[in-house]
């Protein structure tokens, strides 16, 4: 495994595993534990927007979580408003906090006010997409082989890309955050040539975070929640 690129949201790595396996991990990201607002009183709502379409934008506003963050706890947050404008997720307060300050809920006239009381409580992805917790999508590494006088034109294109010379023909490798076998497929159709595509044994995965978890934990704890099942599978078997 091979880290490519990391920051609190998004980890890019490549991998020698199979799609399966890949597939699964991103499939388990659902069965991790994750805190949203899952039900909503709204007491007055003044605005434009239908009560089940502010609770339904509510719902999708990341949760801050910490380790004290359990399955027995109901977290409350308040919201009451009677400034013109947006109404934004920051309005939301109690014994949590949301992830993301600016998202808007409603938009106020004047003379106009909303109230509302949120209950948060963990709850899966595989039940709501509101409690997901982010998002992993993976490709095949590929190599790609052209000809030599088109080195110039890829090494303006992409001056960080790594070309390797072989006789008469140059090699790169899509094996990074941004994937570049289409463009230089069109580099080489527009010079009258044809790139050669072999893909390679690794996969480049992207995990990325809505940010109630660190994207590292959420990998972690993906893996976890797959081998729990595949213990439980075992011991059926036996």
Known sequence: MKLIEKNKDQMVFLAEIDE????????????????????????KND???YDETIAHRIGLIPIKMDK?????????LK?????????????????????????PITYLTKGQEIELVGI?????????SKFSPGLLV???ALEITLDKDLSDKIKKAYPKSEIKERGNKIIIMDDNKEEISDFIEGIAEKAGKKAEIKEGKELVIT???FGQLDVKEIFK??????????????????
Not at 68 to 76: H, S, V
Not at 120 to 128: D, E, F, I, P, Y
């Open 221 to 238: 704890k993906s893996i976890e929640a797959l081998k729990k099942d595949l213990n439980e599978v075992e011991k059926k078997i036996k």
């Open 79 to 103: 919201l009451a408003s009677k400034t013109d404008g947006n109404v934004k997720s920051k309005e939301l307060k109690g014994n949590v906090e949301v992830v993301y300050g600016e998202i």
């Open 207 to 209: 995990l990325e975070s």
């Open 20 to 43: 399966s396996l890949a597939n699964v991990i991103r499939r388990y990201l659902n069965e991790i534990p994750v805190l949203a607002i899952d039900e909503v009183d709204i007491s």
């Open 138 to 140: 993976y490709r095949r």
């Open 47 to 49: 605005s434009s927007l």
């Open 120 to 128: 948060a409580r963990l709850g899966k992805g595989s039940t709501h």
């Open 68 to 76: 004290t963050t359990n399955e027995k706890t109901d977290y409350k």
